[in-house]
């Protein structure tokens, strides 16, 4: 049966009662890439609850400490001095200290979406609320170099994990209109982290020993967080595939809570059918299975692609270099207080993943994708045009506590402020979407991979970045980063789809043949169609 055959029938579907076959239409629908229209009728009252802002708050404390711990190495790195033995860490040092976080995230997020598909959403979370405070603890009483390096990894760990789970348990709980501002609530807690992380390496700047306070205090939030854990329900769909259909309903009750009972029943039973495929792979096939159809099977392969690629893109293009070394990059220019503005740049960051939160569902995750990935080339373009012009009396180099041009310097910081402004606007966002790209049965494998990829990119822009500022100088590696942007650009021009306004089970049609570009336009309109048809059979029925 097509879309078309089916919307035949003008029958108001607000209960679902007389069209309860639609539910196994649904999926047929999903296999033959359709739009259901009773699922689109049960998306319905979403109006979003008091109890959903509280989840995803609580959930978006591990953005936080994902923020504040990868911030915090930034102002920490300039203030050890000889606290870990070394009169002066050198560049190798600081690279090993930095990288080893970006180690363990990988592998921490390469274990934690599989791990979450077997113990839940929930318990991933709580697991690197433990590993964060066991890592602040170690790098706070730590005395050498190879202890704080230990310590960072364990943080990496739990970054790792955090990263990959909140937004995807997120993702889970939201509403599919709110789905795309919900997770980047989750980004704009980053953030905020790295605001605070500047703001208190700001603080003990001049404070003997503060460093061991700013990597400290990252424990306070894990705790906070395994608190509240607590009285956190676990995913709907985990719920329904484990086939506790009474909790998952409970769950939607609370979610939904200003919509009827029967809407209610309504959007279990669609939720239901929706995840039957997933459930039936899941019982029928093995991990290995499952890990084998992510490149085998041509719609998981081309998710992939599109969820791995975005990640490369958003390490690639350099920022994190910033959040790691910008107190570092700003002293060898000549600013007084580099600490201090290196917060104006997490400021920046923090702000313009504000003006994300208000537009990723209305504009769109590829439109705002496309006009805000100039600006980052046109920032990094800039950094190195000024690099040049600001070093050539020192060859092309930075060499701390040279006199260099003010304006120059004004202008780097200037370009780092369009740059990060850009990329705080879409590329800081729409790659952490990732779990919308995959069915269930491989959403947990789908998201562990593209997060590893994310670190794996952090992992070598972080531990590269000195090394390649020495070999090819700044104005080189900022040109260098101009150039990996574009083809990032060119890359969301040709492969990234939309999938605003289109449910987690929705998404995967869009890759049915090819990218989807233009298939997810064509769903996107038919479920547009779908619900101003279903509006005018509501207001029809209240004027009669």
Not at 65 to 74: A, M, N, P, Q, R
Not at 236 to 245: A, D, E, K
Not at 313 to 341: H, R, W
Request: aromatic content about 10%; overall charge positive; charged content about 15%.
């Amino acid at each position: 049966m097509t879309i078309n055959e089916k919307q035949k029938d003008d029958r108001p579907l607000s209960n679902g009662s007389d069209r309860v076959e639609s539910l196994e239409d649904l999926v047929l629908d999903n296999d033959s890439g359709e739009i259901n229209e009773l699922a689109v009728v049960a998306e319905g009252e979403e109006r979003t609850t008091w109890f959903v802002w509280i989840l995803v708050m609580c959930s978006t404390i591990s953005g936080l400490l994902f923020g504040y711990d990868t911030g915090v190495i930034s102002g920490a790195l300039v203030t050890i001095g000889s606290d870990l033995g070394p009169d002066v860490l050198s560049n190798s040092q600081k690279e090993l200290i930095t990288s080893s976080t970006t180690l363990g995230a990988l592998l921490g997020g390469l274990v934690a979406g599989v791990l979450s598909d077997w113990t839940g959403r929930r318990p991933v979370l709580g697991i690197a609320d433990v590993i964060f405070i066991g890592g602040a603890v170690a790098q706070a009483v730590c005395h050498d170099v190879w202890s704080m390096i230990g310590g960072r990894f364990l943080i990496g760990i739990g970054v790792g994990l955090a990263a990959c789970i909140a937004p995807l348990y997120i993702q889970e709980l939201s509403p599919t209109r709110l789905r795309g501002r919900m997770v980047v609530l989750n980004v704009v807690m980053i953030t905020l982290g790295q605001v605070i992380a500047y703001g208190i390496g700001a603080g003990f700047t001049h404070v003997h020993g503060g460093w061991r306070w700013m990597v400290g205090l990252g424990a306070v939030p894990a705790g906070i967080q395994i608190a509240f854990l607590f009285f956190l329900p676990e995913s709907p769909r985990i719920l329904l595939r484990r086939g506790n259909h009474e909790a998952a309903h409970a769950v939607m009750t609370k979610i939904y809570a200003f919509a009827k009972p029967e809407e209610v029943d309504l959007k279990v039973k669609v939720l239901q059918a929706a995840v039957k495929r997933s459930i039936e792979i899941t019982q029928t096939t093995t991990f290995f299975h499952r890990f084998k159809s992510m490149i085998m099977n041509p719609i998981n392969r081309r998710a992939l692609v599109v969820g791995c690629g975005m990640q490369a893109f958003q390490q690639l293009c350099g920022f994190n270099t910033l959040m790691y070394y910008s107190a570092t990059l700003f002293k060898e220019i000549g600013f007084d207080q580099p600490t201090a503005v290196g917060l104006i740049v997490s400021g920046t960051n923090f702000i313009f993943t504000l003006v994300a939160l208000k537009w990723i569902d209305k504009i769109g995750r590829r439109n705002i994708m496309i006009w805000s990935a100039p600006g980052m080339i046109f920032g990094l373009t800039l950094a190195s045009i000024s690099f040049f012009y600001m070093t050539k009396k020192t060859n092309g180099n930075l060499i701390d506590g040279t006199q260099y041009s003010t304006t120059w310097s004004a202008l780097v910081l200037l370009s780092m402020i369009l740059f990060v402004a850009s990329y705080a606007t879409g590329l800081g966002n729409v790659p952490w979407q990732q779990g919308e790209l995959f069915s269930l049965e491989v959403r947990g494998i789908g998201t562990s991979l593209a997060t590893a990829t994310n670190w794996a990119g952090n992992l070598i822009i972080g531990s590269t970045y000195l090394s390649l500022m020495a070999k090819i100088t700044p104005s080189g590696a900022f040109g260098f980063y101009a150039g990996l942007c574009l083809l990032g650009w060119i890359f969301v021009l040709c492969c990234f789809p939309e999938t605003a306004g289109l449910s987690l089970e929705e998404v995967k049609m869009v890759f049915r043949n090819g990218f989807g570009i233009r298939e997810s336009k064509r769903l996107r309109l038919v479920k547009q169609d779908i619900k101003a048809r279903e509006k005018m059979r509501k207001e029809g029925g209240v004027k009669a």
